[in-house]
């Protein structure tokens, strides 16, 4: 296969919880995503040949799987593993350094090379919800984890002996008027709400704060709201194609 020509390409593999990514990099900035078993890796042959890649970065939140650990074997470049041994462009305060997920970390670097010398709040609205800090002097001091919409859906319906599993999609009123719009308002809604929270708090102590959104779920907020939020999905993909600079050099 032909490669595609763009100057020192390279490959972000994001392993998350539901899925992985593979994106492309070129310099600072994303060429291209495609999403995968986070199991197989299936896709990472035939993405893994569209560019000439120069090197990658590995970064999962969970085990990786022996065929996953095959298709990595695969590659011909260099592959950094990021762990918390990694060198890292910031200043991780976190007390406990190495059982802090790599997509956490990589979302507060990811944020700060956008917004460098800023008080950020990043929020990643995933399988969990995550709300990262990192401050104007690049001190990361951690963040808070909460379920995320699915798997608040979830467990309504398996830990009740009577609520059924109910879609996000649907009708979101400000009070439900059935049991099913009860459940997708209380979801969606507590959800609105829970963020809103986090931003008031956090502006109080850092009135200049900026607000990252990135993830895969859709939260409708009102419009105040949505002026002060910048929306990235690419937010832990730019943290890990950082370190992966940061560790290789700027020559990438």
Request: with cysteine.
């Amino acid at each position: 296969m032909k490669y595609r020509t763009f100057a020192a390409v390279k490959l972000i593999i994001d392993i998350g919880n539901t899925v992985a990514k593979l994106v492309a990099f070129s310099g600072s900035e994303p060429l291209e995503e495609t999403r995968t078993s986070n199991e197989t890796l299936a896709a990472l042959p035939a993405f893994a040949n569209k560019y000439a890649f120069k090197c990658g970065i590995l970064s999962s939140v969970r085990d990786i799987t022996p065929e996953a650990e095959r298709q990595l074997g695969q590659l011909r470049i260099p592959i950094l593993r990021f762990s918390s041994t990694t060198p890292i462009p910031i200043t991780n305060r976190y007390k406990t350094p190495g059982s802090l997920g790599s997509d956490r970390i990589a979302a507060a670097i990811g944020a700060s090379t956008l917004k460098p010398d800023k008080d950020l709040l990043i929020i990643d609205a995933g399988t969990c919800i995550t709300y990262e800090v990192i401050d104007a002097q690049g001190n990361y001091w951690g963040g808070n984890i909460a379920p995320g919409m699915q798997m608040r859906l979830h467990a309504l319906h398996e830990h009740t002996a009577r609520l059924p599993l109910v879609s996000a999609e649907g009708p979101v009123p400000g009070m439900g008027y059935d049991t099913e719009t009860a459940i997708r308002s209380g979801v969606l809604r507590g959800m609105k709400y829970e963020i809103e929270g986090y931003i008031k708090s956090m502006r109080a102590k850092y009135p200049k704060l900026l607000v990252f959104l990135t993830g895969g779920d859709k939260i409708n907020f009102d419009s105040k709201i949505k002026n002060i939020i910048f929306a990235d999905k690419y937010i832990v993909p730019r943290g890990l194609n950082k370190i992966l600079d940061y560790n290789y050099g700027k020559i990438l």
